[in-house]
């Protein structure tokens, strides 16, 4: 197994002893240490504190080892700080940790190594890691956290609809999967009318890219992501402030397509499809506008009351067909609305679910690996904030009540209630530097998604 960056084989690589502690436990740890290692700790004023480090000295002036404090060791997060707080030297850990804790740690010093640098030179490489043998299942879900955070990071003229089917291809390709894309005029052939509506004004083409993939035999699962490559707002134009990191707006597609890699990558026992309506909501002289009753794969025409509520007119296609193919499971990820993050704050996403068994499996799967989510109610009543006078529904209205929830009950009316489906509204997206988490695109829900998907693949 190769290593990802940050890590090192034991086997061929020099390394220090790293020491994991927590506050609570550093009375413990130190009175296995000489004497001169606790006046060393206490001279630095070192307490095993959260995302603490410091390094022991060696009788020549070098490092003998070091020592990272800790708060919940079960948080991959609570260990990413190391890479960066430490020296560029490689260590092995020398801390005996359950299995969990270990897979926590090495999931957290890799995200902790990530830094995007496709378009800068590094400052500085991190630590490394110095292992004899890495946890396969957490080294996938780290490397489908960093697929998310390459794809949202990436500016939008590197990372427009065609490069997330081209994205798609390479997966498909990898894997043997089957891969279908309708662009273009095809969308209205093929009955995805709001998809093409949205997306009709950019000079990249909208587009709808579909990966089938596994045993006809296994559960069949559809992962949906909205994949809006950049969001002007339309003709319903975005303040400066607020179009300045709109290239994250397809983060619903880039945890769509992490998701569904992961599958593949662990083989699951699971039939996934993966679709990803992809588009650029741009302003041009064909762009769809306010007052416009859209068609859609369903039936149900959708007046637009604002362009800049377009995540949910793509989905609204794309969440049709998926129920069209009958899956025993339907999740949909979209940065679909700044009113999820007014009620919860950047760290949570809000899950809305028809079916208190998948949402209940899917808040205790994030509780659970620390990939926390808040589930909020889809309720329904609220659909009277879509009224329309010359349609069956809208895609907004004038009142500002209840933001996340209207989006979400908007999504629900293309969902049937015997169709079991659960939908995050997920941010996608650090504002700034924390431990483990540097500024630009995130991934969150994605390792609970992950193990809800193994719970129904009998994993």
Same mark, same amino acid.
């Given at each position: 197994m190769s290593l990802p960056t940050g890590f090192v084989d034991i086997t061929t690589t020099a390394a220090l002893p790293l020491h994991v502690v927590t506050r609570d436990g550093l009375a413990q740890w130190r009175s296995t240490q000489p004497a001169a290692v606790g006046a060393w700790l206490d001279a630095q004023g070192f307490d095993g504190s959260p995302f603490s480090t410091i390094t022991l000295p060696a009788a020549d002036g070098g490092i003998a080892a070091a020592v990272i404090g800790v708060g919940d060791p079960l948080d991959p997060f609570a260990h990413g700080h190391a890479p960066f707080a430490l020296p560029p030297r490689a260590f092995s850990l020398a801390t005996e940790l359950p299995a969990e804790a270990q897979a926590a740690f090495q999931l957290g010093w890799g995200l902790g190594c990530y830094r995007f640098n496709r378009y800068r030179t590094p400052l500085r490489a991190p630590a490394q890691l110095a292992l004899a043998q890495g946890d396969a299942d957490a080294f996938a879900q780290l490397a489908a956290c960093i697929r998310v955070r390459d794809l949202v990071n990436t500016p939008t003229e590197h990372m427009g609809p065609d490069q997330l089917e081209q994205v798609a291809c390479e997966i498909a390709e990898r894997f043997g999967a089957h891969i279908e894309v309708f662009s273009g005029d095809d969308l209205l052939t093929h009955n995805f009318p709001a998809i093409h509506a949205v997306g009709r004004a950019s000079h990249r083409a909208p587009r709808l890219i579909t990966l089938r993939w596994g045993d006809e035999s296994h559960p069949h699962v559809v992962i949906v992501g909205k994949g809006v490559c950049f969001d002007t707002g339309g003709l319903d134009l975005k303040?400066?402030? $607020?179009?300045?990191?709109?290239?994250?707006?397809?983060?619903?597609?880039?945890?769509?397509?992490?998701?569904?890699?992961?599958?593949?990558?662990?083989?699951?026992?699971?039939?996934?499809?993966?679709?990803?309506?992809a588009v650029e909501n741009a302003v041009g002289p064909n762009a769809f506008r306010p007052g416009e009753v859209v068609d859609t794969r369903k039936g149900i025409t959708v007046e637009i009351d604002n362009t800049d509520a377009e995540g949910r007119v793509i989905l609204c296609d794309a969440l049709t067909?998926?129920?069209?193919?009958?899956?025993? !499971?339907?999740?949909?990820?979209?940065? !679909?609305?700044?009113?999820? @993050?007014?009620?919860?704050?950047?760290?949570?996403?809000? !899950?809305?679910?028809?079916?208190?068994?998948?949402a209940q499996q899917w808040l205790e799967a994030g509780m659970q690996l620390r990939d926390p989510l808040w589930r909020m109610p889809l309720w329904r009543p609220y659909v009277r904030y879509l009224l329309s006078n010359v349609a069956d529904i809208a895609n907004g209205g004038p009142s500002k009540m209840a933001g996340s929830i209207t989006a979400a009950v908007y999504l629900d009316r293309f969902v049937p209630p015997?169709?079991?489906?659960?939908?995050?509204?997920?941010?996608?997206?650090?504002?700034?530097?924390?431990?483990? @988490?540097?500024?630009? $695109?995130?991934?969150?829900?994605? @390792?609970?998604?992950y193990a809800l998907l193994k719970r129904h693949a009998g994993v």
């Open positions: 303040p400066a402030d $607020g179009m300045r990191n709109m290239k994250k707006d397809m983060g619903g597609a880039a945890h769509a397509i992490a998701l569904a890699e992961l599958v593949m990558t662990q083989r699951l026992p699971l039939r996934i499809t993966l679709l990803v309506p067909y998926a129920v069209e193919m009958q899956p025993q !499971l339907l999740l949909d990820f979209a940065t !679909l609305t700044g009113a999820a @993050r007014i009620a919860l704050g950047p760290d949570l996403p809000a !899950l809305y679910s028809n079916d208190e068994g998948v015997a169709q079991k489906w659960a939908h995050l509204d997920v941010y996608s997206w650090n504002d700034s530097d924390r431990p483990g @988490r540097p500024a630009g $695109g995130e991934a969150q829900g994605l @390792r609970g998604a």
